[in-house]
Every structure is written in C-alpha cells, then in structure tokens.
Nanobody, 126 residues
C-alpha cells in the first residue's frame, strides 16, 4: 500500500515557476515507477513526466525542456519542477505510483499506475 499527497500548486503568471511535491507514505522502500499527470476540466488525464526504476525520465512533448521530475528516496518525495509555465499548463496535477505487475500501457499512460494522490491545482495566467 502506498499513500500519496501532493502539494506546491498555486497561481502564477505566464513564465513563472512552481515546484510540486508528492510525499510518499506506506511502502516507501521500493524503487517503483512514478509519474506526474495533469487533468484540465473536460479533458482526459494526461501524462506529464515519469521516472522509472533505473532513474530514466520520460516527458510529454508539451513540457520537454521546461519540466523536470525527480525523486528523493531519503525524503520519500517525488518532485516536479515546472519552469516557463504557460496558461495551457493550467490543470489539476496528480502523482502516481506503479506497484502492480502485468500489462505495460506506457510510462505516461494512466493505466500503468495503480496508486494516485488527490491532486494539487496549478493555475497559470497570461
């Protein structure tokens, strides 16, 4: 079992930065894949960034060069550093963890993950 709690969201102007954090509790010893997703109103949940067991990082094209995912095992925290924010980045942001076996849907696909936080809202104004 894993419990995920996001924080760090807020309202910023276009070009600004935010750092999201996802505190992990429960089973914290495992080196399992994790990711950040976002969902805007009336849109599907979109994978933003993922970090795999070997530390490899994957980003959606829309955030490459602007967002950075990282994991601090000592602090049991997953981070998402977001720079050069744009109005189209406005969404609820969720962290997710994969502690399941079976079919691989893709590291930026929601189906790959079976634990989710409740989200933190990011609003970027122009």
């Amino acid at each position: 079992q894993v419990h995920l709690v996001e924080s760090g969201g807020g309202s910023v102007q276009s070009g600004g930065s935010l750092r999201l954090a996802c505190v992990i509790s429960g089973y914290t010893d495992g080196n399992y894949p994790m990711a950040w997703f976002r969902q805007a109103p009336e849109e599907e949940r979109q994978g933003v960034a993922a970090i795999d067991r070997d530390g490899s990082e994957t980003y959606a094209d829309s955030v490459k060069g602007r967002f950075t995912i990282s994991r601090d095992f000592a602090e049991n925290t997953l981070y998402l550093q977001m720079n050069s924010l744009k109005p189209e980045d406005t969404a609820m942001y969720y962290c997710a963890a994969r502690l399941r076996v079976g079919r691989d849907y893709g590291v930026l696909q929601a189906g790959d993950y079976n634990y989710w936080g409740l989200g933190t809202q990011v609003t970027v104004s122009s």
